[in-house]
Structures are given as structure tokens and as C-alpha cells.
């Protein structure tokens, strides 16, 4: 969320964070109902994922408001719990 990064060397810690502007957290849910359904009849389970509320993400927090991003206390609330 920032530039396009290419071909960049995995080592090449300097440019892949000049490249981040921001970050965000969110959650990938699966109807396993729906999944194993699925499975049952051989077809692709990506459909488990498909629903609209399925991908809850925060707001984007500016690269600015974290000062080490391999040090960074996540959490989780669900309406306010």
C-alpha cells in the first residue's frame, strides 16, 4: 500500500519499507458449512469465502503511527468486547 514494488531483492529491507505507506489488519473467515459441502461434491471451496461480510479490515493506519513494525501489539474486538 504505498509504490509498485518489481523484482525487488529479498534482501533489500530499506526499499521494501520506503514502499510501505501504510497498514491495515484484517480478518479472511470461511463458512467451513459451506466448505465442506463443497469438498463433499468436488467443487472448489473458494466459494466458502465469498460472502460479502467475509473480509472485516481495520482503517488504514499511517506507516508514521508505527515505529517497528516487526514489534507491533495486534488485537481483536468484536462489537466492543
Same mark, same amino acid.
Given at each position: &500500500?504505498? =509504490?509498485?514494488? !518489481?523484482?525487488? #531483492?529479498? !534482501?533489500? %529491507? =530499506? *526499499?521494501? &519499507?520506503?514502499?510501505?505507506? *501504510? ?5 479472511? &473467515?470461511?463458512? !467451513? /458449512?459451506? %466448505? ?14 465469498? $460472502? #460479502?461480510? $467475509?473480509?472485516? &479490515?481495520?482503517?488504514? +493506519?499511517?506507516?508514521? !503511527?508505527?515505529?517497528?513494525?516487526? #514489534? +507491533? *501489539?495486534?488485537?481483536?474486538?468484536? /462489537? *466492543? %468486547?
Amino acid at each position: &500500500m504505498g =509504490k509498485i514494488l !518489481r523484482d525487488l #531483492d529479498p !534482501r533489500d %529491507q =530499506k *526499499g521494501a &519499507m520506503d514502499a510501505i505507506d *501504510g497498514y491495515a489488519l484484517a480478518i479472511d &473467515m470461511t463458512a !467451513r /458449512n459451506v %466448505q465442506d459441502e463443497a469438498k463433499e461434491k468436488g467443487l472448489p471451496w473458494s466459494i466458502a469465502k465469498g $460472502f #460479502d461480510t $467475509f473480509l472485516p &479490515m481495520s482503517e488504514l +493506519v499511517p506507516k508514521s !503511527r508505527i515505529r517497528d513494525p516487526h #514489534d +507491533v *501489539g495486534l488485537w481483536l474486538s468484536v /462489537n *466492543g %468486547q
